[in-house]
C-alpha cells in the first residue's frame, strides 16, 4: 500500500513564524501536491511537484513555497505565517506513468492554528 | 478550464435507506472522473474512477456512480446505507493533467 506520511497531525505557531510542514512518500512516485481544504470551499491546491527540483503553482501559491530536493519528500513553507492561513494541509502523490488518469494518494493532514 | 460542481453540502439519511451524492462537471477535453471519501480526521481515500469503457463503475463496499456525458454528470449511489459510511465524498475532474476537486458532500448516516 502506498504511504503518504505528513510529519505533523497538528500544529499550533505564531503570527509571523516561518512554518514547515513536511511530507514522504515511499512509492517513488513522480507528482506530489499540497493542497488546504477549508469548510465549504473544499480542496485548493496551492503548489504541486511532476519532479525534484520542479515545482508548479497552483491556485492558491499565495503567502507559500515549497521545496523538492528528493523524489520522496516534499515540503511546504509559509514563509510569515499570518492568521488566515489556518487550515487543514493535505499532501498528496500520483504515480506519471501515463500522464493522466492517475489517482491520487493522501497524507492524513496536518491542521494547523496561526495564533 | 475544468470546474465539479457538488450540487449538495450536507445530505442526511437514514440508515439502509439509498442515496445519491450528485456530481457536475465542466471540461472542454476528455475527462476522468474520480470519487474520494474523507472519513473524520484522516485525508481522502479513492472510491472509484472512471477512465474509459463501461460508463458504470463500482466500489468494494456498495457504492457505484455512472458516467454520463450528454448531462456532464457522475453522480453516486448506493442502494443502502450504513452508519460506517457517515463521510465527507469529494468528486474530482482530470483532463488536463491536475485534477479539479467538488467542494465535498457530507453524508451524514442516522439510525
Known amino acids: 500500500d502506498v504511504k503518504v506520511t505528513q510529519s505533523s497531525r497538528y500544529l499550533v505557531k505564531r503570527t509571523g513564524e516561518k512554518v514547515f510542514l513536511e511530507c514522504v512518500q515511499d512509492m517513488d512516485h513522480e507528482n506530489m501536491f499540497w493542497y488546504r481544504q477549508d469548510p465549504g470551499l473544499g480542496l485548493r491546491l496551492i503548489y504541486f511537484s511532476y519532479d525534484v527540483k520542479m515545482k508548479e503553482k497552483g491556485d492558491i501559491p499565495e503567502g507559500y513555497s515549497v521545496s523538492r530536493e528528493k523524489k520522496e519528500r516534499f515540503s511546504l513553507i509559509l514563509e510569515s505565517a499570518s492568521t488566515n492561513q489556518t487550515s487543514m494541509y493535505l499532501c498528496?502523490?500520483?504515480?506519471?506513468?501515463?500522464?493522466?488518469?492517475?489517482?491520487?494518494?493522501f497524507g492524513d493532514g496536518t491542521r494547523l492554528s496561526i495564533l | 478550464a475544468q470546474s465539479v460542481t457538488q450540487l449538495d453540502s450536507q445530505v442526511p439519511v437514514f440508515e439502509e435507506a439509498p442515496v445519491e451524492l450528485r456530481c457536475n462537471y465542466s471540461s472542454s477535453v476528455s475527462v476522468y472522473l474520480f470519487w474520494y471519501v474523507q472519513y473524520p480526521n484522516q485525508g481522502l481515500q479513492l472510491l472509484l474512477k472512471?477512465?474509459?469503457?463501461?460508463?458504470l463503475v463500482k466500489s468494494i463496499n456498495g457504492f457505484e456512480a455512472e458516467f454520463n456525458k450528454s448531462q456532464t454528470s457522475f453522480h453516486l449511489r448506493k442502494p443502502s446505507v450504513h452508519i460506517s459510511d457517515t463521510a465527507e465524498y469529494f468528486c474530482a475532474v482530470e483532463g488536463s493533467y491536475i485534477p479539479t476537486f467538488g467542494r465535498g458532500t457530507s453524508l451524514i448516516v442516522h439510525p
Open positions: 472512471y477512465l474509459s469503457g463501461s460508463t
Open positions: 498528496a502523490s500520483s504515480w506519471a506513468g501515463q500522464r493522466y488518469s492517475q489517482p491520487q494518494h
